[in-house]
């Protein structure tokens, strides 16, 4: 039994009774939750922009930095982890993309991080069946292997589960 903690750019799959799988303080950035219930492995990622063009040394580095190279990578730990043999079909949760320190909405990097996700989650055939995205509220995510309970905490809002 375990907990992993991602921070910005890092991605993990976990799939061990009793592992849990977090990542804290989403405000632009995404948390992409994949989730298969037949191997009970739960893959996340912690992007913080949509595209890895920006910098591709850092994409290289830390791919889980960039919508586009995350995704990618968080499946490759999922198949890592239980076996591409053995993968069912994923669930795809989604948490962040806010606007918390861009009130004006120049760079939008929230809506950006949404957008890039939506799309590149339909490249792969894959779909969000929940999520909690946008506004202006920064939001930590935590997942239990065991029930596959997504948990979202929000500074000054009741827990919820997406």
């Given at each position: 039994?375990?907990?992993?903690?991602?921070?910005?750019?890092?991605?993990?799959?976990?799939?061990?009774?009793?592992?849990?799988i977090?990542?804290?303080?989403?405000?632009?950035?995404?948390?992409?939750?994949?989730?298969?219930?037949?191997?009970?492995?739960v893959?996340?990622?912690?992007?913080a922009?949509?595209?890895?063009k920006?910098?591709?040394?850092?994409?290289?580095?830390?791919?889980?930095?960039?919508?586009?190279?995350?995704?990618?990578?968080?499946?490759k730990?999922?198949?890592?982890a239980?076996?591409?043999?053995?993968?069912?079909?994923?669930?795809?949760?989604?948490?962040?993309?806010?606007?918390?320190?861009?009130?004006?909405?120049?760079?939008n990097?929230?809506?950006?991080?949404?957008?890039?996700?939506?799309?590149?989650l339909?490249k792969?055939?894959?779909?969000?069946?929940?999520?909690?995205?946008?506004?202006?509220?920064?939001?930590s995510?935590?997942?239990?292997?065991?029930?596959?309970?997504?948990?979202?905490?929000?500074?000054?809002?009741?827990?919820?589960?997406?």
């Amino acid at each position: 039994m375990g907990t992993i903690t991602l921070g910005i750019g890092e991605a993990g799959a976990v799939f061990k009774p009793g592992d849990v799988i977090e990542t804290l303080a989403l405000g632009s950035c995404i948390a992409i939750i994949l989730m298969d219930p037949k191997t009970h492995c739960v893959g996340m990622v912690h992007c913080a922009l949509p595209d890895s063009k920006l910098n591709k040394e850092k994409a290289t580095e830390l791919p889980g930095y960039f919508v586009d190279t995350g995704i990618p990578y968080v499946l490759k730990l999922m198949e890592k982890a239980v076996g591409a043999d053995k993968l069912g079909k994923i669930i795809v949760k989604l948490a962040g993309g806010a606007c918390v320190a861009d009130k004006n909405k120049i760079f939008n990097i929230g809506k950006r991080n949404i957008l890039a996700t939506k799309k590149m989650l339909w490249k792969y055939r894959l779909g969000a069946i929940a999520e909690d995205v946008g506004g202006n509220n920064s939001r930590s995510v935590v997942v239990d292997v065991d029930g596959g309970r997504v948990i979202l905490k929000s500074p000054g809002l009741e827990d919820k589960e997406l």
